[in-house]
């Protein structure tokens, strides 16, 4: 993740697909000489997520082997944003991006994670319970 400390958003995307109903605007196919992370050259997707509140989602696992229910919740906001090829969003949070961003890594997330429009961490920790799932939310 990327934070603008200026604007206390953190920058939260990925490469690869995306899905068209989430985006602000259509998404933009972008040539790339070199992929991010990856050898050789070939076509991006570039969009961002339409502003309003957004849901994260991730499925930890502890040294035990027990998994977890990560949830996090935020507002996408407009701004300026990186051009490089892939899908990024300016996330704001009830706390300082600063500290999300920690409190996030130490929740024992992994580097991928789903983020949904809509509000839906409620949902997610009902979820957790019915299924005897730890639900942790950032």
């Given at each position: 993740y990327?934070?603008?400390l200026v604007d206390d958003v953190a920058e939260l995307g990925h490469d690869g697909a995306t899905n068209v109903g989430l985006t602000a605007e259509a998404p933009l196919v972008k040539p790339?000489?070199?992929?991010?992370?990856?050898?050789?050259?070939?076509?991006?997707v570039e969009s961002t997520v339409r502003t309003g509140p957004v849901?994260?989602?991730?499925?930890?696992?502890l040294g035990d082997g027990t998994l977890r229910f990560i949830t996090g919740s935020g507002q996408v906001v407009e701004g300026?944003?990186?051009?490089i090829g892939n899908t990024v969003s300016?996330?704001?949070?009830?706390?300082?991006?600063?500290t999300w961003v920690e409190d996030w890594s130490r929740s024992g997330s992994g580097h991928h994670f789903a983020m949904s429009t809509g509000s839906y961490v409620e949902d997610l920790a009902a979820a957790s319970e019915l299924?005897?799932?730890?639900?942790?939310?950032?």
């Amino acid at each position: 993740y990327s934070m603008n400390l200026v604007d206390d958003v953190a920058e939260l995307g990925h490469d690869g697909a995306t899905n068209v109903g989430l985006t602000a605007e259509a998404p933009l196919v972008k040539p790339l000489a070199v992929f991010h992370g990856k050898s050789g050259s070939g076509n991006a997707v570039e969009s961002t997520v339409r502003t309003g509140p957004v849901t994260l989602f991730s499925i930890g696992e502890l040294g035990d082997g027990t998994l977890r229910f990560i949830t996090g919740s935020g507002q996408v906001v407009e701004g300026p944003l990186m051009s490089i090829g892939n899908t990024v969003s300016r996330v704001r949070f009830a706390k300082p991006a600063t500290t999300w961003v920690e409190d996030w890594s130490r929740s024992g997330s992994g580097h991928h994670f789903a983020m949904s429009t809509g509000s839906y961490v409620e949902d997610l920790a009902a979820a957790s319970e019915l299924l005897g799932v730890v639900h942790v939310a950032v």
